[in-house]
């Protein structure tokens, strides 16, 4: 080309949840029964929705006034009833302008990223959602921040890391928090959201908190919400309804702005962010007029309950099956709908591998384990794919020096739930001790 096209940030644009079910669907072709375990998706894992949710949509499809724009911020009401959803807490107080809708909570991390300027830099967890580490380093043009959560201390975060990290390095403007925590399944409890604020106040920055799963806890669990802790310090909450009702193709998910007025600069964000989305008009408009409706419904605190429950129960289950593997720890999760395994240090090789019987995969995962610099997770996630039809993904690849792999805690057939993890623990057995 004439001139270079892309900035070096385009580099850092990698999604590994997805990114690996091109390897899936090669070796689905060639015969394989493949058991999804990438992505959080409830639908995709059997889940079946409430008639009552889908009247609830029918209803609304057949009005006139659904098929129409919104207002570029989002549905008035619904934005007025997030924001006394809101206001019930203690804490920060919002109104309805303090809301801001967007096409799914990716289009709006996309754009949270894409408008600060590229020395501005957001220190988030690792390991690390892909989705905001990839676009936190595409926008800086370079690799992301991150401050470690630790699976020998339940997943918490090394606040003294965390410190020194932002004591140093003048050019972090923002903490991203995400709880609960995806992939590991920790729920943060309030001393560390308060140490979390107390940081951003020493040092003069905002937060982001990602709480798409803040209605997702089980096991005794309960998310403690970021309003209700950081008193007079400006932050962003994304939160939406594609885990809970659950909608994920329904491509819904809005912004919180909290003290919006307390800095000037962040003022500036959050009506750049404003001004983004007037660009494009608006958002999808269906799923926001049915928000209140679902969750106004006197049925809909039970259906979470139930759902919850039984997330809970799949990971007691699916602890029980792997807890005898030797050379693997994890921890119980309280939250979302994923548990992270890592191996023990110094127990992966280049040697180890799985028999697979078909010659074509056994060609197919020998070419990508055979790939210069091949993460030792990832060979144990290719094999596995290969050999058991199992696909996870490599925790190498959510930005972790840490090896291992995540799965979902979301199959709602119990034949299928049990099939797949006892797919993985031979898989595991069977490599560690190759």
């Known amino acids: 080309m004439r001139q270079q096209l892309l900035r070096e940030g385009a580099n850092e644009l990698s999604y590994e949840i997805r990114g690996i079910v091109k390897k899936a669907h090669q070796v689905e072709q060639s015969g394989q029964e493949i058991f999804w375990e990438n992505i959080g ?5 059997n889940i079946s929705i409430p008639q009552w949710i889908k009247d ?54 996309a754009k949270l990223y894409q408008y600060l300027i590229p020395s501005s830099r957001i220190i988030g967890p690792s390991p690390a959602y892909s989705t905001h580490s990839s676009a936190e380093a595409a926008h800086a043009n370079t690799h992301p921040l991150t401050y470690s959560l630790n699976p020998d201390e339940n997943w918490y975060p090394d606040m003294d890391e965390l410190y020194l990290k932002v004591k140093y390095n003048p050019h972090i403007v923002g903490i991203l928090i995400i709880n609960p925590d995806n992939p590991t399944g920790m729920v943060y409890p309030p001393s560390i959201l308060e140490r979390f604020v107390e940081i951003a106040r020493e040092f003069n920055l905002f937060i982001i908190c990602d709480e798409i799963y803040l209605n997702v806890t089980y096991n005794g669990a309960s ?4 309003a209700e802790y950081i008193k007079e310090i400006p932050a962003i909450s994304l939160k939406g309804i594609s885990k809970e009702m659950p909608w994920p193709g329904g491509r819904c998910g809005w912004m919180e702005f909290y003290n919006r007025k307390s800095k000037p600069e962040f003022d500036r964000l959050c009506e750049t962010l404003e001004n983004a989305k007037m660009i494009e008009v608006s958002s999808t408009k269906l799923p926001q007029l049915a928000i209140p409706l679902i969750m106004k ?25 792997l807890s005898s593997v030797r050379g693997i720890k994890f921890n119980e999760t309280f939250g979302a709908f994923y548990n992270t395994i890592i191996f023990e240090e110094g127990v992966l090789n280049t040697h180890q591998k799985l028999r697979i019987e078909n010659s074509e995969i056994r060609e197919l995962v020998e070419s990508w384990v055979g790939e210069k610099n091949v993460d030792f997770d990832k060979r144990f996630v290719y094999y596995l794919l290969g050999a058991k039809g199992v696909c996870v993904v490599p925790i190498s690849s959510f930005w972790s020096d840490l090896q291992g792999f995540r799965v979902t805690l979301l199959e709602e057939n119990e034949d299928i739930l049990l099939q797949t993890f006892t797919k993985i623990k031979e898989g595991l057995e069977e490599y560690l001790n190759s």
Do not use: C, H, M, W
């Open 297 to 321: 419904d006197a049925r809909y605190a039970g259906y979470l309950k139930e759902q919850n429950d039984k997330i809970g129960k799949r990971s007691k289950l699916i602890t029980k099956i």
């Open 223 to 226: 998310s403690q919400v970021l």
């Open 41 to 45: 998706d409830p639908v995709q894992k």
């Open 56 to 109: 609830i949509i029918i209803s609304l499809a057949s009005k006139d006034e659904t098929y129409s724009y919104s207002d570029s911020k989002g549905v008035i009401d619904t934005r007025e009833f997030l924001a006394e959803l809101n206001n019930k807490r203690k804490g920060a107080q919002i109104t309805s302008e303090d809301i801001l809708f967007f096409n799914g909570l990716g289009d709006a991390i």
